[in-house]
């Protein structure tokens, strides 16, 4: 399903490390990736549509601590995001 432009979404997920729900969720596809800017646990979408496809994994990294991280039985970044 087709995300709108400037639709704001919860990520349930924080960093392991500290806690923190100021992160960079990056979703690697096999020749691609793309990232996310999440501050205080929402992302705004500002670019195009999300439409479902092949992605590879998700992985998140961490604005306050730097922590590295693949976010486990993730695919796609639509897995952990909800609607506010």
């Not at 730097?66 to 909800?82: L, P």
Request: proline letters at 5%; a positive charge.
């Amino acid at each position: 399903m087709p995300v709108r432009q400037s639709e704001f979404k919860s990520v349930k997920t924080k960093c392991p490390k500290c806690k923190s729900n100021n992160l960079d969720i990056i979703e690697l596809w096999k020749n691609a990736t793309i990232s996310w800017d999440c501050r205080n646990g929402v992302i705004e979408i500002n670019n195009g549509n999300l439409e479902p496809g092949n992605p590879h994994k998700v992985e998140g990294r961490c604005y306050d601590c730097g922590k590295h991280w693949t976010i486990r039985g993730v695919r796609q970044i639509d897995e952990i995001v909800v609607d506010i």
